[in-house]
């Protein structure tokens, strides 16, 4: 990895800390998710970072894929346990880091702990060469150790430059046929995941997070305003996800059926969200690692 996008990553992973920090402060009782999710894109775009995806606000069975529609008037609860996911660019090099935040009440501190000691001792294991297998065992070990399951079909993953899921997947359980070893200069992002229900998660609702596909098929769209919509998605987001409510700066008004028609075409993806199987609270943790001969970086 060259000095210039060393340093890059390097900013990503910074501001992306700051952000993911100043939007944990705001999961209050009675805020808005709406709120949280605008004031910490806001931010991470007043730094100089451009957004890797959309701020995910993930609240306690949904593991992951949230992001709140324009129009959504949800607040946090007593009890709620938010996992709260945030990511980073700059010139497409990517910084992803999630927090979980319990509002009001401390029930789930020890899952909290679950989840974020797993991630260290995944972060001390990590270097050129070493078998992921091992850094699945032993998040898996040290998730178990606490009485909980880790989410064994959710993985961390490598990052390039805008790519979010680059190839690489970091296990969260001891796995055999997970072989793959990383080299110096590969970009990490590793969050483990703990629960008390049943350790797997299954494709719920839409999560309001999209993603163009690579396909250049926008002739099979007839209706000009889908088309013009799409072109548009195409040029502003190019290979990152983004939401719902962005999209309403593109076409103010029947955005909605749109995105259903293009979902429904193939040409966007629309991300489901991911839901422990029987129910049970998740939280996560993630931190963004620059591997190196004889250990990693953290950078967020």
């Known amino acids: 990895m060259d000095n210039d996008i060393y340093e890059k990553y390097r900013c990503a992973g910074k501001i992306a800390a700051e952000a993911r920090d100043y939007g944990a402060d705001m999961i209050k009782l009675g805020v808005c998710f709406l709120d ?42 007593k009890g709620d346990v938010v996992k709260l996911d945030v990511g980073t660019h700059i010139d497409g090099y990517i910084a992803d880091t999630a927090v979980t935040v319990e509002v009001g009440t401390n029930k789930y501190d020890s899952m909290i702990k679950a989840s974020s000691d797993a991630l260290e001792n995944a972060i001390a294991l990590l270097k050129a060469g070493i078998d992921l297998s091992e850094v699945g065992k032993i998040v898996q070990e040290t998730i178990t150790s606490y009485g909980y399951k880790p989410i064994d079909n959710l993985t961390g993953h490598s990052l390039k430059q805008y790519e979010l899921h680059s190839g690489l997947s970091i296990p969260n359980v001891a ?71 962005w999209c309403y700066n593109l076409l103010s008004d029947g955005v909605d059926p749109v995105l259903k028609k293009l979902s429904f075409l193939g040409l966007i993806k629309h991300y489901t969200q991911l839901i422990d199987a029987k129910g049970g609270i998740v939280t996560q943790k993630e931190h963004t690692v620059i591997i190196r001969e004889d250990g990693c970086e953290v950078i967020t």
């Open 175 to 245: 796995n055999s046929s997970q072989r793959v070893k990383p080299k110096e200069g590969d970009v990490l992002a590793v969050e483990p995941f703990a629960t008390n229900g049943a350790g797997h998660v299954t494709s719920g609702v839409g999560s309001n997070i999209y993603l163009c596909n690579k396909s250049f098929r926008s002739k099979i769209i007839r209706e000009s305003r889908s088309k013009m919509m799409f072109n548009k998605m195409r040029g502003r987001f190019k290979t990152l996800p983004f939401a719902q409510r």
């Open 36 to 77: 949280v999710a605008n004031k910490v894109e806001s931010q991470i775009l007043e730094r100089g970072a451009g957004i890797a995806f959309p701020v995910n606000i993930s609240l306690n069975e949904i593991a992951a894929h949230y992001s709140p529609r324009h129009d959504d008037v949800s607040v946090f609860k």
